[in-house]
């Protein structure tokens, strides 16, 4: 059964860190891209971050970009999140996903509150 977890978030103050983690099983973790997406109290599902199955192409949304880092640790079956200088416009539950064998899979989320 493929799986997806997500944990890591909480409450950060604005200009804070978190580490967001993505742990997987269930499939041959590293064949496959992983991508990072998030949704804002109210608003639609918007796409973060995305690594390649090897780790060697990564792109972010420029709302993010200079600020967050993707990475993966294929011999532990993780995907990292790395965010710095958050933002309250940041606060969202944030979410893994990944396209296995035409199937797309979600983690559950984890939450990210950015406040003072």
């Known amino acids: 059964e493929v799986q997806l977890v997500e944990s890591g978030g909480g409450l950060v103050q604005p200009g804070g860190s978190l580490r967001l983690s993505c742990a997987a099983s269930?499939?041959?973790?590293?064949?496959?891209?992983v991508n990072w997406v998030r949704q804002a109290p109210g608003k639609g599902l918007e796409w973060v971050s995305r690594?390649?199955?090897?780790?060697?192409?990564?792109s972010y949304a420029d709302s993010v970009k200079g600020r967050f880092t993707i990475s993966r640790d294929n011999a532990k079956n993780t995907v990292y999140l790395q965010m710095n200088s958050l933002k309250p416009e940041d606060t969202a539950v944030y979410y893994c996903?990944?396209?296995?064998?035409?199937?797309?899979?979600w983690g559950q989320g984890t939450q990210v509150t950015v406040s003072s």
């Open positions: 269930g499939f041959t973790f590293s064949s496959y891209a």
């Open positions: 996903k990944s396209f296995v064998v035409g199937n797309e899979y």
């Open positions: 690594i390649s199955s090897s780790g060697g192409d990564t």
